[in-house]
C-alpha cells in the first residue's frame, strides 16, 4: 500500500497539502454526484483547531443538508487495511442542527483514495452509505 502524506503530523507543510487534498477529493466528489457547483457560501469549511488529523477537515453542504468529515490516520503496519465510515448526527455545531455527517476514518493511501471516493459518491447521490470495504 502507498501511503500519501507520511510526515502529516511532523510536517506542517505536509499537513496543509493532506487537508486541501481532502478538501479536494470532497467537493469534487460532491460535484461528481450532484452535477451542481456549490457558491462558496453553500459550503461551510469547518475551521479545526488542531492538527492532530482528528477531524483533518469538515465541510458542510448547506444546500444538500449533509455534511463530511474526514479523521486521517498516520501510516499503519504493512499489509493492513485502515479505512472505515460511518453516519452521524453533527452535534457540535449549532446551525447544523439536524443534518447527518459522513464520517471518513483512514490513513490516505492511493488504495484508499479510489475507495472514498466511491463512498464520497454514494453519500453525495443518496445521503445514505451501504458499501462495504
Known amino acids: 500500500m502507498e501511503i500519501l502524506f507520511k510526515d502529516v503530523f511532523s510536517n506542517e507543510e505536509t499537513y496543509q497539502k493532506?487537508?486541501?487534498?481532502?478538501?479536494?477529493?470532497?467537493?469534487?466528489?460532491?460535484?461528481?454526484?450532484?452535477?451542481?457547483?456549490?457558491?462558496?457560501?453553500?459550503?461551510?469549511?469547518?475551521?479545526?483547531?488542531?492538527?492532530?488529523?482528528?477531524?483533518?477537515?469538515?465541510?458542510?453542504?448547506?444546500?444538500l443538508g449533509i455534511a463530511v468529515r474526514v479523521i486521517h490516520h498516520e501510516k499503519i503496519e504493512e499489509g493492513e487495511?485502515?479505512?472505515?465510515?460511518?453516519?452521524?448526527?453533527?452535534?457540535?455545531?449549532?446551525?447544523?442542527?439536524?443534518?447527518?455527517?459522513?464520517?471518513?476514518?483512514?490513513?490516505?493511501s492511493k488504495e484508499n483514495k479510489e475507495k472514498v471516493k466511491t463512498i464520497l459518491h454514494e453519500w453525495f447521490s443518496t445521503k445514505q452509505c451501504t458499501l462495504e470495504v
Open 81 to 108: 487495511y485502515d479505512l472505515d465510515f460511518w453516519v452521524d448526527d453533527i452535534a457540535f455545531i449549532e446551525e447544523c442542527s439536524g443534518m447527518k455527517e459522513l464520517v471518513v476514518s483512514c490513513c490516505p
Open 18 to 63: 493532506a487537508k486541501f487534498f481532502w478538501q479536494n477529493l470532497i467537493t469534487n466528489s460532491a460535484f461528481s454526484a450532484t452535477k451542481t457547483k456549490f457558491a462558496e457560501d453553500e459550503i461551510l469549511d469547518v475551521p479545526i483547531m488542531e492538527n492532530d488529523g482528528n477531524p483533518i477537515c469538515m465541510m458542510v453542504f448547506k444546500p
